[in-house]
């Protein structure tokens, strides 16, 4: 009786430990973070190290100047946002309340497979279909750029943006949009003007979830971009945040393989901010 | 009758829509098709069989599978236990709510955190605090935090749909709570267990940054144990280096259409056990 | 008759909800107890404080004393699963577990350390036979008990807590969502258990309790307002309250 009263508190116990484990597990990544991003910030100067122009970290005067990383992600992700975002919730409406059964089965399938697809299998088409015509159009000396890392982006984000918004457009009361509709508005005029806005908080919810892919992509960003620490600017080659991380740590060590660490931090602190907002809006949408 | 403007509105609204749901129809058909006509030629049972050899220059992709096999096995086999764990934490112990919140806080979180930050962690921690060196072991232990959140998810979500009254049956029987949960709780959630496998397959397939740092480029052919102390490429990560650093672009999109195919096989089966599993609960 | 349980000045909350009010009761020996009220007046609450069932409900908080054999329940020397186990539950809803018939009979004795086939052949074929099930499912022991009526359901669940020989059952309107001559049979079966067994049960059937019942308790509000032998209780009521119930005049 005693023994099993024993066995059962353990037993309890190891569900509580497992219970915390993603506890746990984002204070180890962020402890992790701050200890090894801290040191170098410290070194370079806060103010330095984020609005330094200048990345010249194999330089014999390293310079460890992130600006351009923290704008170029900035802008990446703003452009990935604008033009995703249209596309992603015009389809989300179309699919959610106008489709056809087959025509919606038949999209929800092949936006799953957009989700599916390795970021790698992105960055190789992108890297010899777009990067190449990007070069042709505009007719510049190389394809690899800020402009094509955002059509990369915009179309990886599509199926979040989809998804989550469909979500919250098929949980709108049907009494709402009955209610429209017997007032005269026509079915297309109901969806956008009583769905949308009854959704507005799950969508709120797709864009900032898009918001969290786009700046936290890195392979298929490094396959198209070009990889070169310039100061963002649209037809140029440029380095994100992600990709400045991944670009250099294989070869770095030293003060340099800290300011890697830094950027890093940068990044985190940049996608809990992300996540504290994503949370917002999908508790507004549970009420 | 519609007033002009109102005809414009509704036009313009439905141009819209038409346009965003074909082009992403087209952008779909055309990554499948343009990844499988230039890769499918490439596949041959030499590339499928062999490991690459600098001597004759032959390129073949078995460690690379076979490390990714290595990877998505060593991966699940932590993350089942412990994501059902926590999920039965959750479901069946946790009475404080402030808890549970912050429970699921931290979940929602880890799913956002980018595989890159997640790679540079998992090699500072396993590879070199807990003296992993760069493995596929260290590789997998990491893509254990990234998938952990989604098999505690699923589980928790089909723990949710077992009867209350199965539970209050067995404690009116006598039984305890270890018990109850063991005979009564667990075999409700095999789906959600499954669902959250399938999920993270796919999620472990297609990962390549959190792998870069952690289990590193090699080549070598292994063995399972072997496999997973020493470093060692996985398909995504092999396209990556073969497309990026050696301009195989042959090689890389054949990788592209092996990866093609799993994905849709994955979401395929993905569709069959939830469809089978909601026929089942109907029952 | 000697007495089996009493209560003595049991309270209850759900946080600052009082559920129970000072509810005293004495329940006999082989016999049927029956508790009636209208819904909500704490009836099921009660029967629920007699196994501890209501552990299982956060914020519930208690006063007062249950003793079984004169030993209070709520002590914290108390092993919980084996009182259950001496004090079985039969549920509003029929709660077959989703395995087969014998695996579902067999679940308690399984708990409770009985390994042994053929003991367990034993017992599961005396429990079905002790609720009158025996016959309609013998031939198909190894079938899933979700594939049988709710009627059938429920008499296997009965089965299913004689299985661990208790020497209580409380029943929760155990015949709620059954049709009425599955209810009669449940009815008779409960006749005949309560030779071996003391059955008290919810019900919100008041010829269901002058039916089968010895004596009657009618709650209201969380407060128990009358107490005594069945047929005294419905021919005259010593409480204006219960009078008015018993006569239809509410709930």
Avoid at chain 2, 33 to 54: A, C, Q, R
Avoid at chain 3, 124 to 131: C, G, N, T
Wanted: hydrophobic content about 50%.
């Amino acid at each position: 009786m005693k023994k099993n009263k024993m066995i059962e508190r353990v037993i309890h116990g190891v569900f509580l430990i497992l219970g915390l484990l993603t506890v746990g597990c984002v204070l180890l990544i962020t402890i992790y973070l701050v200890i090894s991003g801290v040191p170098a910030i410290a070194e370079i100067g806060l103010f330095d190290f984020l609005f330094g122009t200048e990345w010249a970290s194999t330089a014999t005067e390293p310079k460890y100047g992130i600006l351009p990383f923290i704008l170029t992600s900035v802008y990446g992700t703003a452009g990935a946002i604008l033009i995703g975002v249209p596309i992603g919730f015009f389809a989300a409406v179309y699919l959610s309340k106008m489709a056809t059964p087959k025509v919606k089965a038949f999209m929800e399938g092949a936006v799953s497979l957009l989700a599916g697809i390795p970021s790698v299998v992105y960055g190789l088409v992108g890297m010899l279909v777009l990067v190449p015509a990007v070069r042709e159009i505009f007719d510049i000396p190389d394809g690899a750029s800020l402009f094509s890392a955002i059509i990369v982006l915009a179309i990886m984000i599509l199926p979040s943006i989809i998804k989550v918004s469909m979500t919250a457009l098929e949980a709108v009361p049907k009494e709402y949009e009955d209610a429209s509709l017997a007032l005269g508005a026509t079915p297309v005029e109901t969806y956008f003007r009583v769905s949308v806005p009854a959704a507005k908080s799950g969508i709120a919810a797709a864009v900032v979830l898009g918001v969290g892919r786009a700046i936290g992509e890195a392979m298929a960003v490094m396959m198209v971009s070009g990889n070169v620490p310039n100061m963002p600017s649209l037809f140029q080659s440029v380095r994100f945040l992600t990709t400045a991380v991944a670009s250099e740590m294989s070869y770095s060590s030293g003060l340099q393989q800290q300011a890697l660490f830094s950027i890093a931090l940068v990044l985190f602190l940049f996608i809990m901010l992300i996540n504290a907002t994503l949370n917002f809006f999908l508790k507004k949408e549970k009420d | 009758m519609l007033s002009k403007k109102r005809k414009l509105y509704i036009g313009a609204m439905k141009a819209a829509m038409y346009i965003s749901t074909g082009l992403t129809a087209a952008l779909v058909i055309f990554l499948v098709v343009y990844v499988f006509v230039k890769g499918v030629p490439h596949i041959s049972w030499e590339l499928l069989s062999t490991k690459p050899s600098y001597i004759s220059g032959r390129i073949g992709i078995l460690p690379d599978i076979l490390n990714t096999l290595y990877i998505v096995l060593a991966t699940l086999i932590f993350v089942i236990p412990l994501g059902v764990g926590a999920a039965i934490y959750l479901t069946e112990y946790a009475k404080n709510k402030r808890l549970v919140g912050i429970i699921e806080y931290a979940a929602e979180t880890l799913s956002g955190i980018p595989s890159i930050i997640y790679g540079l962690v998992g090699m500072l921690f396993f590879c070199q605090f807990l003296g992993f060196k760069t493995s596929l072991l260290a590789g997998s232990l990491t893509l254990v935090i990234m998938n952990l959140p989604t098999v505690m998810r699923t589980t928790q979500e089909s723990l949710k749909t077992v009867p209350q009254s199965y539970r209050d049956g067995a404690f009116g029987l006598g039984a305890g709570k270890w018990r109850v949960i063991r005979t009564v709780v667990l075999p409700g959630c095999v789906d959600g267990v499954i669902t959250g496998c399938i999920l993270s397959i796919g999620r472990i397939l297609g990962e390549s940054a959190a792998l870069l740092f952690t289990a590193g480029f090699a080549h070598a052919l292994n063995g399972i144990f072997e496999g997973l102390t020493s470093p060692g490429a996985s398909l995504t990560v092999a396209l990556y280096v073969y497309a990026k650093e050696q301009g195989e672009f042959g090689v890389a999109f054949a990788i592209a259409a092996i990866l093609m195919i799993l994905t849709l096989l994955i979401n395929f089966s993905a569709t069959l056990v939830s469809r089978y599993f909601a026929k089942k609960r109907e029952l | 008759m000697s007495d089996i349980m009493t209560a003595k000045d049991l309270n209850l909350w759900y946080d600052q909800t009082q559920a129970l009010k000072n509810v005293n009761i004495t329940i006999p020996e082989k016999s049927i107890t029956a508790f009636i009220g209208p819904s909500g007046c704490g009836k099921s609450t009660f029967l629920k404080t007699l196994n501890r069932m209501n552990d299982l409900i956060p914020s519930v908080r208690i006063t007062g004393e249950v003793c079984y054999n004169g030993q209070n329940i709520y002590d914290s020397s108390v092993d919980v699963n084996e009182l259950r186990r001496e004090i079985g539950m039969v549920f509003q809803k029929p709660n077959p577990f989703p395995m087969s018939i014998y695996d579902n009979i067999a679940y308690g004795p399984r708990t409770h350390g009985i390994k042994s086939k053929v003991k367990l052949d034993e017992i599961v074929e005396q429990s079905l036979r002790d609720a009158a099930i025996w016959d309609e499912v013998k031939d198909r022991l190894k079938k899933n008990a979700l594939g049988m009526s709710g009627g059938q359901q429920q008499r296997l669940c009965i089965a299913r807590a004689l299985a661990v020989k208790p020497k209580i059952l409380l029943m929760d309107e155990p015949t709620s969502a059954l049709d009425p001559i599955s209810t009669s049979r449940i009815e008779e079966l409960a006749i005949e258990l309560k030779k071996s067994y003391t059955i008290v049960i919810v019900t919100h059937n008041m010829q269901q309790a002058v039916r089968i019942s010895d004596n009657t308790a009618f709650f209201l509000l969380g407060e128990l307002i009358e107490y005594g032998e069945t047929e005294k209780l419905f021919s005259q009521p010593t409480d204006k309250r219960t009078e008015d119930y018993i006569t239809g005049r509410f709930g």
